[in-house]
């Protein structure tokens, strides 16, 4: 039986009699197709254990890189003198390695590091030590000056172009506290909410997400090395948002495809979920494309024409947090939930109805994607009435008396 709507053609082939000629399937629609049209193409929820194990082992490296290695923290948490000064001068550009060998002359002692920040004329020095003397940045003050003659706006060579900061490791400390405090008090108002708004499961499993999110953020940059600033903190604090609005766009989505489940046996509460994910794949994807956009655009100011520190440093959390946000949400946010409530008896016993109901009949998949065929198969002799429907994205159901597809 062939259905034609809108152009779009649907076969569904049932099972024939002996003899009789079987139907030609049409061709299967391909990865995008499947992802833009959402019609449950992609076995998320089916596949979870993968995911779990998966997330597992993300969790792992990160947890062990972060007690192994730890962080590396700016001048605003470790406290020490920052000291930068244009590259350009009179003596032609300053080197990183001229720098170090001029710093460990006059001070006694190497520098922390050196850093070259910005292109071109208006790129700087920027040289990290331990705390110093007022005397010792007198006598680095001279040093620099004399051996490179940095140049102002003006292209004059100055003193006043060298400057000095000295910063508190108590400072960082008190960034760190108040970031925590906030922490604390955005997971309440989140967990207060998601329940209210939602239920307990999902405010379970949307805050497991954000954990994750958290600990692998903080892993990625324990394992590569950037260096944790308060603008790192900010961002952290930053991507929990996002995270979070992803995951509530996919249990809205869960929310309406689930309403009502346990008063129909078409398809079980897993293969509602699943299909939910299906049909927010794009606008996640979407999403995160429009948040990395800006996030790329912002890094290219900071390193490339700007060279300020902060900038990168708000742009390199937030671009790993957008990353790992969209993953949780989709990947383990909503199979948690599934997870969850398949351990109450209202979605056990719905599984167990759906079950057998399917095992009486001869059973096709669920609608197929726009092009996509759709074949009932008859269930074979001595299937179990009562086994546990894969959870997927093409549940099976009855086929009525007439033999005509249900609509």
Do not use: C
Not at 40 to 50: D, E, M, P, Q, S
Not at 218 to 230: I, M, Q, R
Request: aromatic share 8%.
């Amino acid at each position: 039986m062939t259905e034609n709507s809108n152009d779009t053609a649907i076969e569904v082939t049932e099972t024939a009699p002996t003899g009789a000629p079987a139907a030609t399937e049409l061709p299967q629609h391909g990865f995008f197709t499947r992802l833009y049209t959402g019609t449950g193409a992609f076995n998320v929820i089916g596949r979870r254990k993968l995911w779990f194990a998966f997330s597992f082992i993300l969790v792992a490296i990160a947890v062990a890189s972060i007690v192994l290695r730890g962080f590396t923290f700016g001048i605003d948490f470790e406290g020490g003198t920052k000291v930068s000064f244009p590259r350009a001068g009179a003596n032609g550009e300053a080197g990183i390695a001229q720098v170090e060998e001029t710093f460990t002359q006059a001070i006694g002692v190497s520098p922390q590091s050196v850093v070259i920040v910005g292109n071109g004329a208006t790129s700087t020095v920027q040289i990290r030590s331990e705390t110093l003397t007022n005397d010792q940045a007198a006598t680095l003050r001279d040093a620099l000056f004399d051996k490179f003659a940095p140049k102002d706006i003006d292209g004059k060579s100055s003193k006043q172009t060298i400057s000095d900061s000295a910063v508190s490791e108590t400072w960082g400390g008190q960034i760190t506290k108040k970031a925590l405090i906030a922490l604390a008090v955005f997971l309440v108002l989140v967990t207060i909410y998601i329940t209210i708004r939602y239920e307990k499961y999902m405010a379970m499993s949307a805050l497991a997400a954000l954990g994750f999110d958290l600990v692998i953020t903080s892993g990625v940059y324990s394992l590569v090395g950037f260096e944790v600033t308060p603008a790192t903190v900010i961002g952290l604090l930053t991507i929990l948002g996002f995270s979070l609005y992803d995951t509530v766009i996919v249990f809205d989505k869960v929310e309406e495809n689930t309403k009502g489940f346990e008063h129909t046996t078409r398809r079980t509460f897993a293969e509602q979920a699943n299909l939910a994910i299906n049909q927010t794949f794009m606008r996640s994807i979407n999403t995160s494309l429009i948040s990395i956009m800006p996030i790329l655009a912002l890094m290219v100011v900071a390193v490339w024409i700007l060279g300020v520190g902060t900038l990168k440093d708000l742009a390199l959390v937030q671009m790993v947090g957008v990353i790992v946000g969209t993953y949780s949400s989709i990947f383990l946010a909503t199979p948690l939930l599934v997870t969850l409530r398949e351990r109450t008896d209202l979605v056990r016993n719905h599984t167990r109805r759906v079950a057998n109901r399917r095992g009486k009949s001869a059973v096709p998949a669920e609608e197929p994607a726009v092009g996509e065929t759709e074949t009932v198969a008859a269930v074979p002799a001595g299937a179990a009435a009562g086994s546990k429907p894969e959870p997927g994205a093409r549940p099976v159901r009855p086929r009525r008396p007439s033999g005509k597809r249900e609509r």
